[in-house]
């Protein structure tokens, strides 16, 4: 069975400087990896993925993460964060099948504080 | 192009009740899953469901629990004899298919509440 560990429950990040969230992941074989955003009394919006190729995704408002496979990590990235990247950050995976991404496994969540 | 559409927002119940979650998703999609997100953890897969077919439900509770997308109408998620337990945010997510460049849809979720 697949699970993603997400270490920090609360990232706070000074504004203009640059952020990481953590994601670890366990998956029988390879992975497809994704992130995604959620925003106070709103669904779960897509970031971006990792399905093969080159192991930094580039994702919407900035949002970039590494698929480092020997570590089984995917961390989120952005050089330099805003106010309105405040949020709660969430990472999943699925194991590749033929059923694509069905049945995503997410981690519990970590939720990025901007300080102005 | 509207969202995924998930309603009520909010939903209470006294235990013993019926609650019925309601999702529509994204035009033109066919696939529609269901999760359920208790406090303070992530999300937990339920089931999955194209028109008219559960395809994989073995994320449901074998009990009181019930899901549905018929070929005409919105994806329904039927909980019987509701219990506190059951209190959780359910998002509905839907997608266009099944393929490795596929990403899912999220409703703004139904909360669900247990007194």
């Known amino acids: 069975a697949q699970s993603v560990a997400q270490p920090e429950d609360q990232v706070n990040v000074a504004e203009g400087n640059p952020l990481t969230v953590k994601c670890t992941y366990s998956v029988s074989g390879n992975p497809y990896l994704f992130w995604y955003v959620q925003y106070p009394n709103r669904g779960l919006q897509f970031l971006l993925k990792y399905i093969t190729g080159d192991n930094l995704v580039k994702g919407s408002y900035g949002f970039e993460a590494e698929f480092n496979k020997s570590q089984t990590s995917f961390h989120l990235k952005k050089p330099s964060a805003l106010v309105s990247d405040s949020a709660l950050y969430f990472c999943a995976v699925s194991p590749i099948s033929n059923f694509g991404n069905e049945k995503l496994t997410f981690g519990t969540g970590t939720r990025l504080t901007i300080i102005p | 192009n509207a969202g995924v559409m998930q309603n009520p927002r909010h939903l209470v119940r006294r235990r013993g009740q019926e609650a019925r979650l309601r999702c529509s998703p994204m035009k033109g999609h066919s696939h529609v899953y269901w999760y359920r997100q208790l406090p303070e953890e992530g999300l937990k897969f339920m089931v999955y469901l194209q028109k008219e077919n559960i395809i994989d439900e073995s994320g449901m509770p074998k009990e009181r629990f019930s899901a549905e997308f018929p070929k005409e109408g919105p994806s329904i998620l039927r909980i019987q004899q509701v219990v506190r337990g059951d209190s959780a945010a359910y998002f509905c997510?839907?997608?266009?298919?099944?393929?490795?460049?596929?990403?899912?849809?999220f409703g703004s979720g139904t909360q669900l509440s247990v007194l």
């Open positions: 997510a839907s997608s266009i298919g099944t393929a490795s460049n596929e990403k899912l849809f």
